[in-house]
T-cell receptor
Framework: DTGVSQDPRHKITKRGQNVTFRCDPISEHNRLYWYRQTLGQGPEFLTYFQNEAQLEKSRLLSDRFSAERPKGSFSTLEIQRTEQGDSAMYLC????????????FGPGTRLTVL | DAKTTQPTSMDCAEGRAANLPCNHSTISGNEYVYWYRQIHSQGPQYIIHGLKNNETNEMASLIITEDRKSSTLILPHATLRDTAVYYCIATGGVSGNTPLVFGKGTRLSVIA
């Protein structure tokens, strides 16, 4: 399977703990996006990378959130001191670097903060 | 990105064509119309996109009006597996690196 993969698929944690999610984009896709989706809403943009450079962050990305893409391949999203409001589906998408190219999404990581 | 409006929900009988409308009256000349769908608890799945001309692929057809202010996604023979939330997004622009802006989409229920 050459699609976008995410790990883990599900994460349950207690409030105050740190969690880290991983995204492996489609090979040769140099743009990588993170989105968050809460129940009943469409996905909302968090941040994106072009290769290893983080080019844009949404105001949704509080200082407890950090994302990296150290070698321009896989990416990690870390949430520190989790809160119940962080419970959501975290989605990763990737695309090639051309004007109209399509974003392809992974299956998502569902986070539940107790 | 241009804002899009879609009906909240629609029903379609299995085997019939599902026609999902989308209004994007403020779309700019270089923005594309994208359609994604999301089946429960899965990531959004790309369906089709277009700029001006009608498009067809193995999943669906996209009909864009001549003034580009609206479009219709057509699933020619809907099956129960097509039950999902369908999102219409107008995006792209000159730089082509804008994140996708999702609304609430249309919840399509295919009924046996």
């Amino acid at each position: 399977d050459t699609g976008v993969s995410q790990d883990p698929r599900h994460k349950i944690t207690k409030r105050g703990q740190n969690v880290t999610f991983r995204c492996d984009p489609i090979s040769e896709h140099n743009r990588l996006y993170w989105y968050r989706q809460t129940l009943g809403q469409g996905p909302e943009f968090l941040t994106y990378f072009q290769n290893e450079a983080q080019l844009e962050k949404s105001r949704l990305l509080s200082d407890r959130f950090s994302a990296e893409r150290p070698k321009g391949s896989f990416s990690t999203l870390e949430i520190q001191r989790t809160e119940q409001g962080d419970s959501a589906m975290y989605l990763c998408a990737s695309r090639r670097d051309s004007m109209s190219d399509t974003q392809y999404f992974g299956p998502g990581t569902r986070l539940t903060v107790l | 990105d241009a804002k899009t409006t879609q009906p909240t929900s629609m029903d379609c009988a299995e085997g019939r064509a599902a026609n999902l409308p989308c209004n994007h009256s403020t779309i700019s000349g270089n923005e594309y119309v994208y359609w994604y769908r999301q089946i429960h608890s899965q990531g959004p799945q790309y369906i089709i996109h277009g700029l001006k001309n009608n498009e067809t692929n193995e999943m669906a057809s996209l009909i864009i009006t001549e003034d580009r202010k609206s479009s219709t996604l057509i699933l020619p023979h809907a099956t129960l597996r097509d039950t999902a939330v369908y999102y219409c997004i107008a995006t792209g622009g000159v730089s082509g690196n804008t994140p996708l802006v999702f609304g609430k989409g249309t919840r399509l229920s295919v009924i046996a």
